[in-house]
């Protein structure tokens, strides 16, 4: 079993930064590519940010530019900067970790960005 903890959410002005955090712990024989995912109310869950264990990146067209996913393989964290913050990038931020196992998701930390 893994577990997901997040961290870093919470309310911040237009055009600000945050950093979330995301550990995992457990039994962990090895995770692969780990990743950002969120959710905004009575839209579907979509990607926000991935990153491969060789620190490949990958971004939705929508944060490009303004985000930056990184990891630390020897503590099993991955951390998003968000900075230039919209109003549209409200929503809750779910991080993931795929592992031969399986994929294990954290349980979501809010962000809310106010005009």
């Known amino acids: 079993q893994v577990n997901m903890v997040e961290s870093g959410g919470g309310l911040v002005q237009a055009g600000g930064s945050l950093r979330l955090s995301c550990a995992a712990s457990?039994?962990?024989?090895?995770?692969?590519?780990m990743g950002w995912y969120r959710q905004a109310p009575g839209k579907q869950r979509e990607l926000v940010a991935t990153?491969?264990?060789?620190?490949?990146?990958n971004y939705a067209d929508s944060v490009k530019g303004r985000f930056a996913i990184s990891r630390d393989n020897a503590k099993n964290t991955v951390y998003l900067q968000m900075n230039s913050l919209k109003p549209e990038d409200t929503a809750v931020y779910y991080c993931?970790?795929?592992?031969?196992?399986?994929?294990?998701w954290g349980q979501g930390t809010q962000v809310t960005v106010s005009s």
């Open positions: 990153i491969t264990r060789g620190h490949s990146t």
């Open positions: 457990g039994t962990i024989l090895r995770i692969n590519d």
């Open positions: 993931t970790a795929e592992t031969i196992l399986g994929n294990y």
